[in-house]
């Protein structure tokens, strides 16, 4: 089966970096999704990971390490439009999500 | 840019009637999805489909049907709502010749069932 185990929440303040960790155990996947999803709005595709390493996108970077079981996603230079909910999933034959990270960020 | 949309955003029904919630997309993505979201269990698959009139469940089937007649709109049906159904339900759609396969949401519909 798959676990997959995000922070409840995670507090930061604009202008700094923040590192929203995820954790799975699975008997195998394809590749690692995270999501950002705005209050009361649909989840938007941020990043995927098939590799292990760092993949950087502008502010946003995905870090995967398969043999650890471990994925992050780096936020730089925060601003407060930042304020949302990160969500970790894998893709196998289905795609499983995580309950997400709620971040707060504050002026 | 691929638009999902959902026939409505808020819902408010009856225990025992009823419930169909319509998906359509406008990409022509062979995928399409049915997952429902509850605060602290993240996203939770009931139903998906990879082709017309194909049907495979989720997670948790138990109290949902669904329906792909044509290949951009899939119906989540709720033959008799309850109140544990009360829930945001996000549909979306992936094409499977990406190699990510990404998956694209709709809106969601906030459905409460009293």
């Known amino acids: 089966g798959q676990n997959i185990d995000q922070p409840t929440e995670m507090t930061a303040t604009e202008g700094a970096i923040v590192q929203i960790n995820c954790t799975y155990q699975?008997?195998?996947?394809?590749?690692l999704f995270w999501y950002q999803q705005h209050a009361g709005e649909a989840p938007t595709f941020l990043s995927y990971?098939?590799?292990?390493g760092l993949e950087e996108k502008g502010r946003f970077s995905s870090f995967l390490s398969r043999s650890k079981g471990y994925s992050y996603l780096l936020l730089k230079e925060l601003q407060m439009k930042d304020s949302a909910s990160y969500l970790c999933a894998l893709r196998g034959f289905k795609t499983i999500f995580g309950a997400g990270t709620r971040l707060f960020v504050k002026a | 840019d691929v638009k999902v949309t959902q026939s409505s955003r808020y819902l408010v029904k009856r225990t025992g009637e009823k419930v169909f919630l319509e998906c359509v997309q406008d990409?022509?993505?062979?995928?399409m999805f049915w997952y429902r979201q509850d605060p602290g269990l993240g996203l939770r698959l009931i139903y998906f489909s990879y082709d017309v009139k194909m049907k495979e469940k989720g997670d948790i089937p138990e109290g949902y049907s669904v329906s792909r007649e044509k290949k951009e709109r899939f119906s989540l049906i709720l033959e008799s709502a309850s109140t544990n159904q009360t829930s945001m339900y996000l549909c979306?759609?992936?094409?499977?010749?990406?190699?990510?396969?990404?998956?694209?949401f709709g809106p969601g519909t906030r459905l409460t069932v009293l």
């Open positions: 990409m022509d993505h062979e995928n």
């Open positions: 699975t008997s195998g996947f394809n590749g």
């Open positions: 990971n098939v590799l292990d």
């Open positions: 979306a759609s992936s094409s499977t010749g990406v190699s990510t396969d990404t998956q694209y």
